[in-house]
């Protein structure tokens, strides 16, 4: 059973903090490490993804950090906004294993005006 | 570039029933996955279509199955419907495997429930 852990389950933050949303895989076989957005209503979407050759990426406000060998990945969100309360899923992936993600359980954020 | 198109949007089906969920992936898209959200088990895979072939599945029992046309449009079917059986549906495409098949597209979804 390939397992993946989220932390924490929620998070409420002020506008403008920097919410970590952290995440733990078991399959070593992993390289793809993507984090998806989902607002109510709407299906996921890709948010911001990173390959394990580095340990950091940052796209805007949002970025991942790397550690392969604890193996776990995390989502920072540089001066929130209301605008980014949303579910967010981590959702690694062996790459010459299809399109199989295996989705963690969701960390729920809110973003207080 | 039109987006992962699910029909229908909502439905309500009673136990015993069988349903048949629609998508239609981004253009180009050969990849079409499958998954279930509840609010108790998150998100699921139930199974992927790469030009016409399942090529994974999830563990989901046999009364969930799947089809891809050659026109890369998905279907699932649930048969013999169950009460658990109540979820939203996603479908997503991709447009393949490997490094260039990375991102999923999701639908909106189908949201399912079962009186």
């Known amino acids: 059973q390939q397992q993946v852990k989220q932390s924490p389950q929620s998070l409420i933050v002020q506008k403008g903090g920097i919410p970590i949303i952290n995440c733990a895989y078991e399959n070593t076989a992993f390289d793809y490490f993507p984090w998806y957005q989902q607002f109510p209503g709407k299906g996921p979407a890709l948010l911001i993804a990173i390959r394990p050759d580095v340990s950091e990426k940052k796209e805007g406000r949002f970025t991942i950090s790397f550690n392969k060998s604890a193996k776990q990945f995390s989502l920072h969100i540089m001066d929130s906004q209301p605008g980014d309360s949303a579910t967010y899923f981590c959702?690694?992936?062996?790459?010459?294993?299809?399109?199989?993600?295996?989705f963690g359980p969701g960390t729920r954020l809110s973003v207080l005006p | 570039k039109a987006g992962v198109t699910q029909t229908p949007r909502y439905l309500i089906k009673t136990r015993g029933q069988q349903v048949t969920l629609s998508c239609s992936p981004i253009?180009?898209?050969?990849?079409v996955s499958w998954y279930q959200q509840t609010p108790g088990q998150g998100l699921q895979f139930l199974f992927e279509y790469f030009s016409e072939t399942q090529r994974n599945k999830g563990n989901f029992p046999g009364r969930f199955s799947g089809r891809q046309f050659s026109n890369s449009r998905s279907e699932m079917n649930v048969s013999t419907l169950e009460l658990g059986d109540s979820a939203l549906y996603l479908c997503?495409?991709?447009?393949?495997?490997?490094?260039?098949?990375?991102?999923?597209?999701f639908g909106e979804g189908s949201r399912l429930t079962v009186l």
């Open positions: 253009s180009g898209h050969r990849s």
């Open positions: 997503a495409s991709s447009p393949g495997s490997g490094p260039i098949g990375g991102e999923l597209f």
């Open positions: 959702a690694p992936r062996q790459d010459n294993y299809g399109q199989n993600f295996v």
